[in-house]
């Protein structure tokens, strides 16, 4: 769809512009931003039981079910700690991100004693009482940390949750986890509409930049 924009005289020429509308959902977009408190290290947790237990961290309070948190020579960590998982553990937020979950980055890795294992990752944007997962299972295969992105896109408050899935007793790190959540002001994109007039075979090239609101 078009819209008639004011004429415009240039070099004797009169014009009439056309501009493209675009819809809300193209002209605002959401900067992306880092939540509050994260990127997770788990530096300052500690438990060493695997029964169910909450930690509190920088970021807030976590429950790991079937996890502690390791800091022996063969976890897999950035740092002094990370979360060793075993069996069909699970990692879960016990807190939401109030401006929804735009992506989830984390890093990923074999404890080094053990063979391959694999991971979900879930979310739940109604405070933790239902929960869908996000994307396909991932294989942990490598004895290093790997980095893993994958978009969440849920705009509402919202938490997650990593379930190891494959039920052996071969142990999963997880380390840095990072959330990328939605900016709470958006900003319009503006791109310059080109009008070309052409007089006595010459032609120049104009740019109609639409007015923009960055506050």
Known sequence: MFRKNPFLTFLGVTILLYTSVISPSFAFQEPAKTAPNFPEKFETASKGRYETDVITTPSGEWNLDNAVIGSAENDQKNGEKSVRMKEKAKLTMNFDVPTGIQQVKLKYGVYQLDEGSSFELWVSSN??????????????????LKILTIDVNAVKASRIEIRKTDGSENRLNIDDISIITYSSGAK???TPTTATITKENSTVKVNIIPNRDDN
Request: charged share 30%; glycine share 10%; no cysteine.
């Open 127 to 144: 405070a933790g009482k239902t929960w869908s997962k996000v994307g396909t299972s991932i294989k942990a295969t490598d004895k290093k």
């Open 188 to 190: 319009v994109t503006s």
